[in-house]
């Protein structure tokens, strides 16, 4: 290894590790933000890369449990990657990425996931991406919905308090609903989600709650921001995460947000395309929804990621796997009943293991693989039948960038 990779011990060695990302962006770290993000992120998960006693270069993994279809499983949130400027290009990255994939194998997470700075970086380290979501910018003269709503519930403000306490189980049935959500922690809730960092006081996080006969069952964290122009307001208001356990309830929350009196454009990102918001809309073209890449996904176990997911059909499926960055993987794998195991079977596909990844949440279909040149169909209708099998409703959704 071109460079001393390995995962760092003490609050420095962390502190220089997560400020290769700040190099791009963030700045140095503080005394006080190491201890909050250390709460999330242990040390033992911060790998550094060292030449000459110096740290240049950082890459951290989250210890997440994520849904997939039908369940759930260990997954590296890969996180906070940065190169120093002086020293990209030279392997550091590569160095880091072999290191910390070694040690996620060791760790029996079966699948590493991650938001990308670039789509350009990840594909040569297994990574597919698996996962599409997009943003929309909605006038609010255009949020009438198609139907008449019928409302059942009732809305409040709630303070971050009650929000850690009511908010989790929500995000609880969007994690048994959808594919690409992880459980946040206590310490995540209250240290990310529900925080209010002093530079956004101006425009603080709202926090409001809808409960139907009762029951809590869908959140909204919005922020907004007061501005005129012309004597008319052309203030913008941010849905941050707007959530609801039900499809009544999410219809319910949504109508609150977009009702809100003296904003001029809402503003929602890293919604998921099959989102119900583009039904509920009587225009949802004037959303002028932009769809971009969210979760890109590595199995590092092919065996047990195949394993660890329900499928819509059983059939019986021979992957023949190329994995140059972690060997173990190479090589056949029948998926038969569910479960995965190594074959000496003729394949019925061949494929890159960042392919495989692509299809794993069921929303890339080995159909746009194929024919993005991905694959290699061995046996005929193999690429339908497994299609069958893996494909996915409703599709993933991570509601965060971590
Ligand atoms: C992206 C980044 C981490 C790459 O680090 P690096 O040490 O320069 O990468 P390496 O030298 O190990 O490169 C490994 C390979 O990836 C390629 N690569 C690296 N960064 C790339 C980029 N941004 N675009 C395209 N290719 C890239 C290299 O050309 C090299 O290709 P090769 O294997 O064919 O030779 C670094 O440029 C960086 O810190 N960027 C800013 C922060 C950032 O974007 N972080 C990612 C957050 S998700």
């Not at 219809?251 to 119900?276: G, N």
């Not at 392919?355 to 061995?378: C, T």
Request: aromatic letters at 12%.
């Amino acid at each position: 290894m071109p460079f001393d990779v390995r995962a760092t011990s003490n609050a420095q060695e962390f502190a220089d590790a997560v400020y290769a990302i700040g190099q791009y962006f963030g700045g140095p770290l503080t005394e006080e933000r190491v201890e909050r993000f250390k709460q999330f992120l242990p040390f033992e998960r911060m790998h550094a890369a060292w030449e000459d006693g110096e740290i240049v270069g950082g890459a951290g993994a989250f210890p997440f449990l994520m849904s997939v279809p039908g369940g759930e499983i260990a997954c590296a949130g890969v996180t906070v990657v940065g190169v120093h400027p002086t020293h990209r290009r030279r392997g550091v990255l590569r160095s880091m990425m072999d290191e910390q994939l070694r040690d996620i194998h060791e760790r029996k997470e079966p699948i590493a996931a991650l938001w990308a700075s670039e789509e350009t970086i990840y594909g040569r380290f297994g990574y597919g991406l698996a996962a599409w979501c997009g943003e929309i910018k909605l006038a609010r003269t255009w949020t009438a919905y198609a139907q008449p709503l019928d409302r059942r519930g009732r809305v409040r403000f709630v303070t971050s308090e009650e929000a850690a306490r009511i908010f989790p189980d929500i995000w609880e049935a969007l994690m048994r609903e959808r594919p690409g959500v992880y459980r946040r922690s206590e310490a995540w809730w209250t240290l990310r989600t529900l925080r209010m960092p002093d530079e956004e006081a101006a425009n603080p996080k709202r926090f409001a709650m809808l409960d139907i006969d009762g029951e809590p069952q869908a959140y909204a964290i919005y922020r907004q921001f007061p501005q005129f122009e012309s004597g008319s307001s052309a203030a913008r208001l941010q849905a941050i995460e707007v959530v609801g356990a039900t499809p009544q309830a999410t219809a319910e929350i949504w109508r609150f947000v977009l009702d809100i009196d003296w904003y001029a454009t809402l503003e929602a990102s890293l919604l998921p395309p099959d989102h119900s918001l583009f039904t509920l809309l009587a225009t949802p073209r004037r959303a002028q929804f932009r769809m971009g890449d969210s979760l890109w996904v590595r199995l590092v176990d092919v065996g047990a990621a195949l394993s660890g997911r329900a499928y819509a059909k059983d059939d019986r499926l021979v992957f023949e796997v190329r994995d140059a960055v972690c060997p173990w993987n190479e090589g056949r794998w029948k998926l038969e009943g569910g479960e995965a195991a190594r074959t000496d079977d003729a394949a019925d596909l061949a494929l890159d293991v960042g392919a495989l990844g692509a299809a794993y949440l069921g929303a890339v279909s080995f159909a746009q693989l194929r024919d993005g040149l991905r694959l290699e169909a061995l046996t005929d209708g193999a690429v339908e039948r497994a299609d069958a099998v893996f494909g996915w409703r409703p599709l993933p959704w991570c509601p965060e960038i971590f």
